[in-house]
């Protein structure tokens, strides 16, 4: 991304407009990824904990018998 900000710099102002949206479009987009992936992390530790759970109530059952 930053390789976009430096050719806007250093070229002439459309094809440096050009790269500089194109940066913004990949940041947007990287965003956009982490947030997925955090939301998909949340998920899992939800399934997980529910795993747990499940465990413990098996423990629980076969200390009682």
């Known amino acids: 991304m930053i390789i ?3 050719g806007f710099l250093l070229t002439d ?3 440096g407009f050009i790269m500089l949206l194109l940066f913004f479009i ?3 987009f990287s965003i956009v990824l982490a947030f ?3 939301e998909e992390k949340t998920e899992e ?3 997980l904990e529910k795993v ?3 465990e413990e109530k ?3 059952v076969e200390k009682a018998d």
């Open 4 to 6: 976009f900000l430096f």
């Open 13 to 15: 102002k459309l094809n």
């Open 26 to 28: 990949a940041l947007i």
């Open 36 to 38: 997925e992936k955090s």
């Open 45 to 47: 530790d939800k399934l």
């Open 52 to 54: 747990r759970k499940l």
């Open 58 to 60: 098996i423990e629980d």
